[in-house]
C-alpha cells in the first residue's frame, strides 16, 4: 500500500473522544506502543463479526486494545497478559474509568511463563507483545483456541523489514528471521487458515478449523 493511503485511512479512524482519546494521547506521548486507529476498527469489527465471549490478549500495554473489544461486544470477557508492571497498573486505572474492571482479568507476568498455565479455551486470541517470541506464543495460542476461534496477531509486518531488510541492525535481523519464519509458520500449520492483511505494522488473522470441517 502507498503512504498516502495508509495515511488517508488511518485519518478515517482517527476518531476516539473521552476516555480513549485520552489513552491514545498518553500513550503517543510517552512513546507506549498501542494498535494504529485503522487495526482498532479492524478489531471491533472481528468482534461484532465473531462474538467472542472470551478473548485472551498478549501485551496490554495501558488497556487500550482490550476496552476497543470490550466495548465492542458486552458479553465478551477478556484476560490479557502483560509484563510492565507500571503498564499493567494504568491498564488496572484504565479499565476502572470504563467501567469494565469486572469483565477484565489481568494477570501481570512474562505471557512466555504464563501461558503454559492457562488450560481455558478462548474464542478470540489477540497477539501483540514482543515480536521476536511469535511462534512460541502461537504455540500455545493454538492449544488454547476453540474450534472456528481466530487468532490476531499485529506488528507482523515490523514497520516493512520483514519484506525488506537492507540496512538493518543486527537486533532487528533477529527478529526478522524470526517473524518471516512464524509467517512460515502459520501459513503452513494444518488445521488453521490465514490471511495477512497490511494495516497498522501487519495483521495476520487466523482460524481454526473444526476437526471434521
Ligand atoms: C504493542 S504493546 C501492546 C499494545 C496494546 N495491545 C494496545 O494496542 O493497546 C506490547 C506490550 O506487550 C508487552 N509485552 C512484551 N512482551 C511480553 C511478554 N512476553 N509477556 C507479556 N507482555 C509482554 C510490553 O510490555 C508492551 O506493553
Request: hydrophobic share 50%; glycine share 24%; proline share 0%.
Given at each position: 500500500m502507498i503512504d498516502a493511503d495508509i495515511k488517508y485511512i488511518r485519518n478515517l479512524f482517527d476518531v476516539n473522544k473521552g476516555l480513549l482519546k485520552d489513552i491514545e494521547d498518553y500513550a503517543n506521548k510517552n512513546f507506549i506502543p498501542i494498535v494504529k486507529p485503522e487495526v482498532a476498527r479492524f478489531l471491533e469489527t472481528m468482534v461484532k463479526i465473531k462474538k467472542p465471549k472470551n478473548i485472551l490478549e498478549i501485551g496490554?500495554?495501558?488497556?487500550y486494545s482490550s476496552i476497543i473489544m470490550l466495548n465492542a461486544y458486552k458479553d465478551a470477557k477478556i484476560i490479557t497478559i502483560e509484563k510492565d508492571l507500571e503498564r499493567a497498573e494504568m491498564a488496572k486505572d484504565n479499565f476502572l474509568k470504563a467501567l469494565l474492571l469486572n469483565r477484565v482479568e489481568l494477570i501481570k507476568g512474562d505471557a512466555i511463563e504464563v501461558l503454559p498455565n492457562l488450560n481455558n479455551k478462548y474464542d478470540m486470541i489477540f497477539i501483540d507483545a514482543s515480536k521476536g517470541h511469535y511462534k512460541e506464543f502461537f504455540n500455545e495460542c493454538l492449544r488454547l483456541l476453540n474450534d472456528d476461534g481466530i487468532l490476531i496477531c499485529d506488528n507482523i509486518l515490523y514497520k516493512g523489514y520483514v519484506a525488506n531488510e537492507i540496512n538493518v541492525k543486527h537486533k532487528r535481523r533477529t527478529i526478522i528471521y524470526r517473524m518471516r519464519d512464524f509467517i512460515d509458520e502459520i501459513l503452513n500449520r494444518e488445521g488453521i487458515v490465514t490471511s495477512i492483511i497490511p494495516i497498522g505494522d501487519g495483521l495476520s488473522v487466523s482460524i481454526k478449523e473444526a476437526k471434521n470441517d
Open positions: 496490554t500495554a495501558i488497556g
